[in-house]
């Protein structure tokens, strides 16, 4: 009895342990804008399961989430919202435990695009960082290992 007593305790242990599920929902245009408001420094990164460069940088965003708890990493996806069962299980398997929201679409792409830079064109992957509301880094493309770091490292 002490023994099944002992392993229910670790278990219960293992299992507020483990990393927290990833808050995931769908996200419209308007609210996308407000985000880089919601927290001190927020990364937020665009990205679809179908995009190879995106799921290449999904353990460089991961990483940094986890050694950074001050900074609030969000994904965005672009996949299309019938997929949405798609992305869930996508976000899963890839262990993406920060917060992950997938686009409604039907709103005005592209002021949603000019709020958060005037001079991204939609391509993915795209990743914003923002420190107290105001954009202080834009990259279009693949992030690389350090980059994330070394833009919030620096002074503003």
């Known amino acids: ?55 290449a940088e999904i353990p460089l965003l991961t990483a940094y989430q986890n050694q950074h708890p001050h900074a609030t990493v969000i994904g965005i996806s672009m996949d299309e919202r019938k997929d949405e069962a798609k992305v869930r299980e996508f976000v899963k398997q890839h262990k993406m435990h920060y917060q992950v929201y997938l686009r409604k679409g039907g709103e005005d792409f592209e002021a949603m695009v000019n709020a958060i830079d005037p001079n991204w064109i939609g391509g ?19 992030l690389k290992t350090g980059e994330l770091e070394r833009v919030l490292e620096s002074p503003s």
Request: aromatic share 10%; charged share 20%.
């Open 124 to 142: 993915l992957p795209a990743t914003f960082v923002y420190r107290d509301g105001k954009r202080i880094f834009s990259k279009m493309g693949q």
């Open 1 to 55: 009895m002490q023994h099944q007593a002992r392993c229910l305790i670790l278990l219960l242990i293992l299992f507020a342990c483990r990393p927290a599920a990833p808050d995931f929902r769908t996200i419209g245009d308007s609210e996308i804008r407000q985000l880089p408001q919601m927290h001190p420094t927020v990364i937020l990164n665009f990205w679809a399961t179908w995009c190879e460069p995106c799921v």
